[in-house]
């Protein structure tokens, strides 16, 4: 998805600069606000989201659920520390998870 919303915005730069029907000055409104959404989806660092609950909640089967794969370790270890979990969940769209046991 990340990938595609690069082409995407490369090529409305491109169609732009070669248009020959909108005058500059309209061309450089469009511009500018086509770089404001690149950079507010693409240039923006990742996402982050935290899920806090109790051990054996569904936290990580939460976090496995939302993303569509299994990206969280599930199942109760009572051993564990609560110390955050981070998870990195896709290189395509960064979105960085912490799961969180109190």
């Known amino acids: 998805m990340y990938e595609q919303l690069n082409e995407l915005f490369d090529l409305i730069d491109k169609e732009l600069k ?42 990580s089967s939460l976090i496995n659920a939302m993303f569509g794969k299994p990206e969280a370790e599930v199942g ?5 520390k609560p110390a955050p979990h981070f998870h990195n969940i896709s290189a395509h769209f960064p979105v960085q998870c912490a799961t969180i046991a109190n």
């Not at 109760?76 to 564990?80: D, T, Y």
């Open 18 to 59: 070669n248009s020959n029907i909108l005058p500059d000055a309209i061309k450089k409104l469009i511009w500018v606000e086509i770089s404001k959404l690149k950079s507010f989806t693409i240039d923006a660092r990742p996402a982050r989201i935290a899920v806090i609950g109790r051990r054996g909640s569904g936290k």
């Open 76 to 80: 109760v270890n009572l051993q564990i």
